[in-house]
């Protein structure tokens, strides 16, 4: 899911994101806006569905899959896909999307993954490594479940659209600092409070490489030519194909 970013609150950068990111109960209005908003269903997903080319066959790893949209995508293209999320009521809404015989767990990416090692073709992380602080204990268990030659395609929200944001609210952007940004989200007349951990584009490649990854792709898609139709008014000052939201990655296993 995607909102346009909030100020970092120097008053919480101290606590603890457990407190936070509670999408069991905006479960039911998180998965409905997901299904056509902007930034989740004609910008993320076929952008990542674009890098993740031809799939048939190959064992695939949803890694923060929440209610199962890119899960069904991959499936449908011959993927064979496991879906994990820390989140219980995300994975059931995933499971009424998918059926009772899809392979979902809950685990959380900050803690070891109930996998072998070498267990996956590809591991797909969509926009979910910015809720994490650190990278470098997931980035090592993603790695470790990869066989060689795997990939990692991950999606995050843009390190210069936080800064512009933060400039257009008149706060001094902190761009070069690894910091909490806490936001308010409201759904299906249910409200969360969501953390995230902005951090500068180095600090992302750096994680990347110190895990092992070669990254081969960095990547500022356009979005689907259908958006402008759907979504005027977000669209009345862009007069291109790009915007600024998410970054995308494509990391290999040597």
């Known amino acids: 899911m995607a909102r346009m970013p909030t100020m970092p609150e120097d008053h919480v950068e101290t606590a603890h994101p457990s407190r936070f990111n509670d999408y069991d109960s905006i479960a039911e209005g998180y998965t409905a806006e997901n299904e056509t908003s902007l930034l989740n269903a004609y910008y993320e997903r076929p952008a990542?569905?674009?890098?993740?080319?031809?799939?048939?066959?190959?064992?695939?790893?949803?890694?923060?899959?929440?209610?199962?949209?890119?899960f069904a995508e991959l499936r449908d293209r011959g993927a064979i896909v496991t879906g994990i999320d820390a989140s219980a009521g995300m994975l059931e809404m995933a499971r009424q999307r998918l059926g009772t015989d899809a392979d979902l767990r809950v685990a959380d990416l900050a803690s070891p993954l109930p996998f072998p090692n070498d267990t996956y073709d590809d591991v797909i992380a969509s926009l979910v490594l910015h809720y994490l602080e650190d990278w470098g204990p997931t980035?090592?268990?993603?790695?470790?479940?990869?066989?060689?030659?795997?990939?990692?395609?991950?999606?995050?929200?843009?390190?210069?659209s936080?800064?512009?944001?933060?400039?257009?609210?008149?706060?001094?952007?902190?761009?070069?600092?690894?910091?909490?940004?806490?936001?308010?989200?409201?759904?299906?007349?249910?409200?969360?409070?969501?953390?995230?951990?902005?951090?500068?584009?180095?600090?992302?490649?750096?994680?990347?490489?110190?895990?092992?990854?070669?990254?081969?792709?960095?990547?500022?898609?356009?979005?689907?030519?259908?958006?402008?139709?759907?979504?005027?008014?977000?669209?009345?000052?862009?007069?291109?194909?790009r915007f600024l939201s998410f970054l995308f990655f494509v990391l290999e296993v040597g």
Request: hydrophobic content about 40%; some cysteine.
């Open 162 to 241: 936080i800064t512009l944001w933060q400039h257009m609210a008149g706060e001094k952007p902190k761009y070069f600092e690894t910091r909490i940004r806490i936001d308010e989200w409201t759904m299906g007349g249910q409200t969360a409070r969501m953390s995230f951990w902005d951090r500068p584009l180095h600090a992302m490649t750096e994680a990347f490489t110190e895990a092992g990854f070669r990254i081969s792709v960095i990547s500022e898609p356009p979005f689907v030519p259908e958006a402008r139709e759907l979504f005027p008014e977000e669209f009345r000052e862009i007069t291109g194909t």
């Open 139 to 160: 980035l090592a268990e993603l790695r470790r479940v990869l066989r060689p030659g795997g990939r990692l395609l991950v999606s995050v929200e843009h390190p210069f």
């Open 48 to 70: 990542m569905l674009e890098l993740a080319g031809d799939v048939t066959g190959r064992r695939i790893l949803d890694a923060g899959c929440g209610s199962g949209p890119l």
